[in-house]
């Protein structure tokens, strides 16, 4: 880290205190910052910039974003090639130390992440509290958090080692714990890992599999799912990793950090909306819906919003969106579901919204989660689990932004300030002097 340069610098000029010049710092690709460090010591004035919009919140060097472009890259690899030629294992790999694995990098972290996938049995007991209805997504935040009590031995984050300890457990811990949870949900009994078996291989297996008979996963349906997780590995700093680096800015404990990204990534606006695309599609119905819905999108008035469209950073069709619709085409070919009622209904809101102005107008095109949940229904996968899968796929991203913050020497506990408002300092009234 550091790798920043100052490429010039910007003038603040105020009437009241003269002008301050701010450092321009420059990185390998994409917008140029202003370093607004000294900004408040200088000029006793914040910036101000909600949903930070407008504000880089930490240097990295694991994913770069070209928003109007339709450009992701992970550790410069475009997600087309990475999807189309790589494997959610050497994914990870690329994440977590920088470079494509060799050969024998990529075989022993395979075998490393295989043999940690196994959780404490005790785990167990944390399901039987839930109800059997209970949303998935708040299994995950309890459950990944309750990881935080066992693994006393990856929790010294000063310790490189350790993090790399918690890091692997995290990665490989999730696909059971998912998998744990969907079983609760219909009351299967819970299938533990197979080492033999592929990471999505092992996940549709302790998803499907049941212990009275032997599992046979499609290889079209394992590389499908192989890709999802490439798709939704990670995403710079989306809501669920500048949680996860904040939580982590404190130097709390890796799972209880991981658990706040679970939660964060829960919301429609973020990764819940891939389930709430499908219930989006299913309350439309019918193609000859489609424009009543595209009219309330547009409706300043109505809080209805097309899901699975419109992006922070996205103003062009996210890439992953394009690999996710070419996937669901192969998964629904491989089921044998040519016609797809919900596909059909997709891809005729996608043609109508981004025909319109007011889509066009506003840089409006499908992201990721819009094509995930149809190929994900398709494969069995109740709507609920849609977002787990997305947080066992993001988890590897959150732990290599986790990891990137904690070793980075600059990096001090994350304290945004705020423009106040409310109500000057005023005396105190006693209640019976009140109303
Ligand atoms: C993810 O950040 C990431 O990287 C996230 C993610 C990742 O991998 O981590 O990519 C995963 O979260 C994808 C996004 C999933 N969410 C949805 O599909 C929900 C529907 N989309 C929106 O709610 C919205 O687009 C957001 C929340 C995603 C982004 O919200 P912004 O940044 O506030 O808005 P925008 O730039 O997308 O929208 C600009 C305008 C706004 O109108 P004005 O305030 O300018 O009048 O377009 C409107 C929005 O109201 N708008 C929509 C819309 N999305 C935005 N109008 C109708 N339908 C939509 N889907």
């Not at 043999?115 to 039987?128: D, G, L, P």
């Not at 070793?407 to 019976?432: F, H, N, W």
């Amino acid at each position: 880290m550091g790798d920043a340069s100052t490429t010039g610098s910007v003038k603040i000029t105020d009437g009241n205190k003269g002008s301050t010049d701010l450092p321009l710092l420059g990185g390998t690709v994409g917008p140029n910052v202003i370093d607004v460090r000294k900004l408040y010591g200088e000029t006793g004035y914040f910036t101000f910039d909600p949903g930070f919009t407008a504000t880089a919140s930490c240097e990295s060097q694991i994913t770069y974003i070209d928003g109007d472009e339709g450009v992701l890259l992970h550790r410069g690899y475009s997600i087309d090639h990475l999807a189309e030629h790589s494997d959610f294992m050497e994914v990870c790999y690329l994440l977590l130390f920088g470079e494509l694995p060799t050969v024998d990098e990529k075989e022993s972290f395979v075998k490393t992440v295989t043999y940690h996938t196994m959780v404490h049995e005790q785990m167990v007991n944390f399901y039987r509290g839930f109800r059997r209805d209970a949303h998935p997504m708040a299994i995950m935040v309890g459950v990944v958090g309750a990881l935080s009590a066992f693994y006393h031995d990856s929790t010294d984050i000063n310790d490189p080692h350790q993090r790399m300890v918690a890091s692997y457990r995290l990665i490989a811990k999730m696909p059971t714990i998912a998998a744990m949870a969907y079983k609760y949900s219909v009351g299967q009994p819970f299938m533990y890992p197979d080492n033999k078996s592929s990471y999505a291989g092992n996940f549709m297996r302790m998803v499907y599999g049941v212990p009275a008979e032997e599992y046979e996963l499609s290889p079209t349906i394992e590389r499908a799912m192989d890709r999802i997780f490439i798709l939704h590995a990670d995403h710079e700093q989306n809501a669920s990793t500048s949680t996860v680096r904040l939580a982590g800015s404190s130097g709390a404990n890796p799972f209880a950090c991981i658990a706040a990204g679970i939660a964060c990534l829960w919301g429609p606006a973020h990764g819940g909306a891939n389930e709430a695309v499908l219930k989006m599609l299913e309350e439309i119905g019918s193609v000859d819906r489609v424009g009543e819905y595209i009219k309330r999108a547009k409706d300043p008035q109505d809080s209805f919003r097309v899901m699975g469209f419109g992006h922070r950073v996205y103003k062009n069709y996210d890439p992953r969106a394009r690999v996710m619709q070419m996937t669901c085409h192969e998964v629904l070919n491989e089921l044998g579901v040519e016609d797809d009622p919900l596909l059909e209904l997709a891809m005729k809101l996608e043609k109508i919204a981004l025909e319109d102005e007011y889509f066009v107008e506003k840089k409006l095109y499908p992201n990721v989660d819009f094509y995930s949940g149809i190929v994900l229904r398709a494969i069995g996968f109740p709507p609920e689990m849609f977002t787990v899968l997305f947080a066992l796929a993001r988890t590897v991203g959150w732990v290599a932004q986790w990891n990137e913050m904690i070793a980075d020497p600059s990096q001090k506990i994350g304290r945004p300030r705020q423009l106040y408002t409310g109500p000057a300092e005023r005396p105190y009234v006693p209640i019976e002097k009140r109303g």
